[in-house]
Structures are given as structure tokens and as C-alpha cells.
């Protein structure tokens, strides 16, 4: 079945917020990620932004943007109820202590030993690492939330090649087609959505993975 992005993008950020519990700390990183807050529904998580808020609420209604409140990647935001906001080295020690019980990233690629490039393309303006180092090594969970290709290129690999953010952190892949684990024994295909097949996962992943015995569709 043919997705627009619109739907491509609204099946990964919902499969993700299925990872959460309550009294969850989240970090959502820039673009796709951010949407996963939205599916979140009556699920008591608290979402942190490396900017310096903890309790992020969900997206402003057009038109009621508030230009103080806005989160890492410069999008507008809203303060939940009991928010706090701090500087920027109070926020990355409750990321480098260990608080944040998941991170959801974005990726360029991410290989099949859980490494993951996220940051910088060869030739191309490089706006730095961000906190995504940080995140990836003080976060308990890390989620890479991604388009399964990109303009038909492969991105969850054998090997990454571009530079790496992190080595061996990443938990968990989700794209629109999948769901796979990272294990000591590689990449686990746990879930296959309903707009994929095991073949069209092949034949768009360049790594190496087991299937699950108890696949999920």
C-alpha cells in the first residue's frame, strides 16, 4: 500500500508513544519525534526538552503561540501543569544523570550493532552534535523513530557510514514498515505494520536480521 507522508510519519509517532509508562521521562528529539506527543492520550509522561523545560505540554492551536515557550529544535510548545523551566547545565544533569528513561531520536542511519549516525552528512552545512550525544548515553531507552528509507536509500545498515553520534546504544528501530530490536544477537524483527510485508522489508534492509517467532503484524 502507497502512504503519503503525512500517514507515514503519524504510524511511527504512534507506535512509538505504545513504548511509554506512566511516570515516564521522555526526551523527543526535532522533527518526527516531536508528533509522538500527541498519541500519548490519558498516559501520565512527563516530556523534557534540553533547552531547559520539563513538562512539555502538547503542540499550541494555530494562532496562540507563545515565542518563550519553544523547545530544542525552535518549535512552539505549551507548559503542562507543574512545568519547570532551568538552564541548559541543570537541564543536561538530569539527562547525563540518568533521569530520562527514554530519548526518541531521528536517524540518517543506524546499523545493526545499535549505532547510530544522526548528525552530520559530508558536504552539507553541519549544525553540530546537539544533545543527542548526551541523550543516546544518559537516556535508559533509546528509540530511533525513522522513515524505513530515505528517497529509496537504506538506512538501518550493516554498517553506518556516515560519522557516528553513538556506538551500540540504540534499543529499539521503528519505521513505518517494522519494528526491530537490537540484541546482543542483532536486529530482531518483532512487528511488521499492515502497510508492509517480510519480503518488502528485505528488500529494503541492507543488515542482517533474525524474524521473531512470535511476529507481530
Keep these: 500500500m502507497e ?78 501543569k507543574g512545568a519547570m523551566f532551568f538552564d541548559s547545565a541543570y537541564s543536561f544533569g538530569i539527562i547525563r544523570g540518568g533521569h530520562v528513561d527514554a530519548t526518541v531520536l531521528g536517524a540518517l542511519e543506524v546499523d545493526e ?10 558536504g552539507k552545512k553541519v549544525p553540530g552534535m546537539g544533545g543527542a550525544m548526551d541523550l543516546v548515553v544518559g537516556a535508559k531507552h533509546v528509540i530511533v523513530a525513522m522513515e524505513h528509507t530515505s528517497n529509496g536509500a537504506v538506512k538501518i545498515l550493516k554498517e553506518c557510514k556516515l560519522p557516528l553520534t553513538a556506538v551500540g546504544v540504540v534499543d529499539l528501530i521503528i519505521t513505518e514498515k517494522a519494528v526491530f530490536e537490537v540484541t546482543d544477537k542483532g536486529l530482531v524483527l518483532k512487528e511488521i505494520t499492515p502497510y508492509s510485508s517480510l519480503e518488502d522489508i528485505k528488500a529494503n534492509t541492507a543488515a542482517d536480521f533474525i524474524v521473531a517467532d512470535n511476529l507481530k503484524k
Excluded at 550493532?113 to 559530508?122: T, V, Y
Design 113 to 122: 550493532k545499535g549505532n547510530l549516525a544522526n548528525w552530520m552528512i559530508p
Design 3 to 80: 502512504m503519503d507522508k503525512k500517514l507515514v510519519r503519524e504510524v511511527i509517532a504512534k507506535r512509538v508513544a505504545q513504548e511509554f509508562h506512566d511516570g515516564y521521562v521522555v526526551n523527543l528529539g526535532i522533527g518526527l519525534p516531536t508528533l509522538v506527543a500527541n498519541y500519548v492520550g490519558d498516559m501520565d509522561v512527563i516530556f523534557q526538552s534540553e533547552n531547559g523545560c520539563i513538562g512539555v505540554g502538547p503542540a499550541p492551536e494555530k494562532g496562540k503561540e507563545d515565542p518563550y515557550l519553544i523547545n530544542a529544535g525552535g518549535g512552539y510548545i505549551t507548559a503542562a
